[in-house]
């Protein structure tokens, strides 16, 4: 079997991401690395000869759902290795090691070196498991996502030190560290050069860039504005206490950072988010939604919200529901809380029940719903630049999705003006006319 891997047949590998915009990032990264020793990725009926799973491990439904993609996975291409890297594969290698058909382990801070894993398992049959204690995590591993998107995710940042007591994130990542501002933008200027034209920038704390140095994230988005053939950056997610005003003014006037911010809140009652030890209140929270209306009207904002966490009683979560009904922003990101082992989270003793966390999942992805009509509303029948996608739809620079019909002219990846014609009420997107400028 590993013969047949390594002598003069061009192999195939199927690569399958879990999680965040980070993942994909790195997943991409990876698998430019097996292509420049000639592993191309399969097509998707293709026979694998090698299968990399990039894990999440944010709740227990990802570990779950990573066994068992890993179980279907080896059932279907028995003679396939597995390599599982990831944060699933950082907190749980052993639990990983034992999925049959994994024949590679690798650590969050070894995701670069599974091809020299992969080897060394062809020439020992032996499996292999890499992963560095957490708190010996210290290198920053460039990545941005080439190639199989319109959009490139760029890393600058990775790990965290805040420690919410919810999150398992810090120790499946370590520490909070990030590339160099030459190093980010060195990446975003080979993005322009290959004809990329939208970037997200991605990360664990992105706010954090920097930290231990005297540049800062808004050193960095400074720079990123300057450089030619970009003419779209999108933050990814940033912490409030971290996204300042002055970086929020300057994106308003900036040449090419869009009107779209997402911002974790978490809890809409200042009660639970001292149990989260988050590192703001509803206060600062609403101050920083007020600061960007006042600057980008327009501007699309995402908040994330988590409902069930321990602590939040009934009133307090009614206390979350009316906060977040009085923020003039644009969609919610809902997660029922998960209850994760090793974390500050489980000394709190009041539990919610898995009945009201569906109850309140429910109430709050209604109040996103209504918040995401209200906001698209605001659009018919306005002109909008939009970044026209393979299948001649796109999103708009305020994060609306337009769909143009699939007989417009217009070539992928480019930028065009486009008439918000009609709302589809039911799937929140549009139908639009390209305008010329
Ligand atoms: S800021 Fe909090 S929730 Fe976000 S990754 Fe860090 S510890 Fe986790």
Redesign the pocket.
């Known amino acids: 079997m590993e013969a047949e891997l390594t002598e003069n047949k061009e192999l195939k590998a199927l690569f399958h991401t879990f999680g965040c915009k980070l993942n994909f990032a790195e997943t991409s990264t990876v698998a430019q690395m097996f292509a420049d020793r000639g592993v191309s990725r399969a097509a998707k009926d293709e026979r694998p000869d090698i299968i990399v799973v990039n894990s999440c491990s944010v709740t227990a439904e990802a570990d779950k759902k990573c066994r068992q993609l890993i179980r279907s996975l080896h059932r279907r291409y028995p003679v396939a290795p597995i390599l599982v890297t990831g944060c699933y594969a950082q907190l749980k290698p052993e639990e990983v090691a034992a999925l049959e058909g994994v024949r590679v382990v690798a650590g969050s801070n070894q995701k670069l070196q599974l091809v020299q894993f992969l080897d060394r398992w062809m020439q020992t049959g032996e499996a292999v498991t890499e992963v560095t204690p957490t708190p010996a995590i210290r290198d920053f591993s460039p990545s941005c996502s080439r190639g199989d998107r319109t959009r490139y995710f760029l890393k600058v940042q990775d790990g965290?030190d805040?420690?919410?007591t919810y999150?398992t994130?810090?120790r499946a990542r370590g520490r909070s560290r990030s590339g160099t501002i030459d190093q980010v933008v060195s990446q975003a200027r080979a993005v322009a050069a290959e004809g990329g034209k939208e970037i997200v920038i991605t990360g664990?704390?992105i706010g954090d860039f920097g930290k231990g140095r005297d540049d800062t994230f808004f050193d960095l988005i400074r720079e990123l504005d300057g450089v030619e053939g970009i003419e779209r950056y999108r933050i990814s997610s940033i912490?409030p206490n971290l996204l300042t005003d002055e970086i929020i003014d300057w994106c308003a006037g900036s040449r090419a950072f869009m009107p779209h911010f997402h911002i974790?809140l978490q809890c809409g009652s200042d009660e639970v988010l001292r149990l989260m030890r988050r590192h703001y209140d509803t206060a600062l929270f609403q101050s920083k939604i007020e600061r960007i209306r006042a600057a980008m009207p327009d501007a699309f904002i995402g908040v994330d919200l988590i409902v069930g966490a321990r602590g939040e009683t009934d009133e307090l979560f009614a206390e979350s529901e009316a906060f977040v009904r009085s923020l003039d922003i644009s969609r919610l990101h809902v997660f029922p809380y998960s209850e994760r082992p090793g974390t500050r989270a489980l000394e709190i003793g009041h539990v919610v029940s898995q009945h009201d966390k569906h109850v309140r999942d429910r109430r709050m992805i209604a109040v996103s719903d209504e918040k995401l009509l209200d906001f698209s509303r605001r659009f018919v029948s306005t002109v909008r630049p939009v970044l026209v996608e393979h299948d001649g739809s796109g999103f708009t620079d305020n994060y609306l999705r337009v769909h143009l019909g699939a007989d417009a002219p217009i070539q992928d990846n480019t930028i065009v003006n486009v008439r918000l014609d009609s709302l589809d009420e039911a799937t929140l997107e549009f139908n639009g006319t390209v305008v010329e400028p």
Do not use: L
Request: proline share 18%.
């Open positions: 965290c805040y420690w919410c999150c994130i810090p664990v704390n912490e974790p």
